[in-house]
């Protein structure tokens, strides 16, 4: 990670950061994206994660937007998949990353609001949106196509 955005974070993240490289022996990327300045829920900039190909990457904003729970939630992300192998929902099917991702974040996101209480207006936006614009991209036939699939371990 760069120093400049290290020492913005609090001792959480850093920990976890600090964890999750040390196991997977990978120091995490941090990439700023001007296109990520106007997203997110309330418009002021939001994160993503690719995790794979290796280094895992967190793109951030550049319009100055930082959030320690929105770190630590795309570390969480990058944990999850790489450090603790947690299966995918991997299908043909429109949708399937997109579900994924929502059944990861009933798993992330308890955490994240416990931790960082202030992420609730996030995620309370975002699950509105969710509810409007991905519930009726998944079609009801395509669900029993899904299967589970273990992501292989990265871990040497
Ligand atoms: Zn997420």
């Known amino acids: 990670m760069k120093t400049d955005y290290l020492n913005r974070c609090d001792g959480d993240v850093r920990a976890l950061l600090q964890n999750v490289e ?3 022996n990978v120091l ?9 300045n106007t997203c997110g829920p309330t418009g002021h900039g939001m994160l993503k994660t690719r995790v794979e190909p290796l280094p895992p990457r967190i793109y951030f904003p550049t319009n ?16 999850r998949a790489l450090v603790d192998s947690v299966p995918f929902i991997t299908c043909a099917a429109r949708g399937a990353e997109e ?6 974040h009933l ?11 202030e992420r609730v207006l996030h995620w309370d936006l975002t699950v509105q949106k969710l509810w ?10 395509e669900l029993p196509a899904m299967d589970l699939c273990s992501r292989p371990c990265k871990i040497p």
């Open 22 to 24: 040390q196991k997977l």
């Open 107 to 117: 798993f992330i996101v308890p955490g994240e609001i416990l931790k960082y209480p």
């Open 132 to 141: 409007t614009e991905m519930i009726p991209f998944v079609s009801v036939n």
């Open 99 to 104: 579900l994924d991702n929502a059944v990861e």
């Open 64 to 79: 100055g937007y930082f959030s320690n729970g929105a770190i630590w939630h795309e570390l969480s992300h990058i944990r």
């Open 28 to 36: 995490i990327e941090f990439v700023g994206d001007d296109r990520l």
